[in-house]
């Protein structure tokens, strides 16, 4: 996992490199901003989306002149996982029965992206969509545990503890999105929506490890985690001359000179 994010940064930075003579526009800035967060598990479990997750991170972008191109560039964003799921969801018949146990995981998240972009308004406003793949370190993890107790429903909350030998701490994914900014001058105001979709799982199958694990009646197959973000941004750029549109190429006149032989 390492090496695939080393090799992902060297390969954004070379593009970078190689396009630094045509005039680059480069921007940096920063977003922030909230979502949910749910968990896809194998064998399937009733969950629910659990909002309030928060984030917030570093961007850097280069756009290029080419309309087929659009921009690239990598975030590093602190990004809050979590999911939810049912425990006693096979004894009881009704929802609202239902107790839940809930995990929060606070992670680092190096998404690398592609970002497609048309301009509007005179180049004053920039629609963009996103499309890219993620590289993940879990940092820390809070839980919560609902019981019954007479009658009543009690939360229990706590450090989760990750142990090597049942929980990944490494992570991959996909990320897909889009959204719209605001031009000023070289400052650039933006509001993005994001869809972060794990293929790595939080914790490893039962093949690896196969143990009691809280809130699980046993050790699943799968347990990938996403992420939908909604966020706003402000970008500062380098060029003081403004984004560049896309202009086409001339067309080549065809050569109309007619020659005149000696009779």
Not at 99 to 121: D, F, G
Not at 185 to 191: D, G, I, M, T
């Amino acid at each position: 996992m390492k090496r695939m994010i080393l090799s992902a940064l060297l390969l954004v930075a070379g593009a970078a490199g190689t396009a630094l003579p045509a005039a680059a526009q480069h921007t940096v800035g920063f977003t922030v901003g909230s979502g949910m967060g749910t968990g896809r598990f194998e064998p399937q479990q009733e969950t629910k989306p659990v909002w309030g997750t928060f984030t917030a991170g570093f961007s850097w972008r280069y756009y290029s002149p080419q309309r087929v191109v659009g921009g690239v560039g990598a975030d590093l964003e602190f990004l809050q996982r979590a999911f939810s799921m049912a425990t006693n969801a096979s004894r009881v018949d009704d929802e609202k029965d239902y107790l839940y146990y809930t995990r929060r995981i606070n992670s680092i998240v190096l998404p690398i992206v592609w970002q497609p972009h048309a301009y509007l308004v005179r180049r004053r406003v920039r629609v963009y969509g996103e499309a890219g793949v993620t590289f993940s370190y879990n940092l820390s993890s809070e839980y919560e545990m609902e019981r019954l107790a007479d009658g009543a429903v009690e939360v229990e909350k706590g450090d989760y503890h990750f142990q090597t030998v049942r929980d990944n701490r490494w992570g991959y994914g996909l990320v897909g999105g889009g959204g719209v900014a605001v031009l000023i001058r070289q400052f650039e105001l933006n509001l993005r929506i994001r869809y972060y979709f794990g293929y790595s799982d939080i914790l490893r199958n039962r093949n690896k490890y196969n143990s009691t694990i809280e809130g699980f009646t046993a050790t699943p197959l799968r347990s990938p985690l996403d992420n939908l973000t909604i966020a706003i941004g402000l970008n500062y750029r380098f060029n003081k001359e403004g984004f560049d549109a896309w202009k086409p190429r001339r067309k080549r006149e065809k050569n109309r000179e007619v020659f005149e032989f000696a009779k």
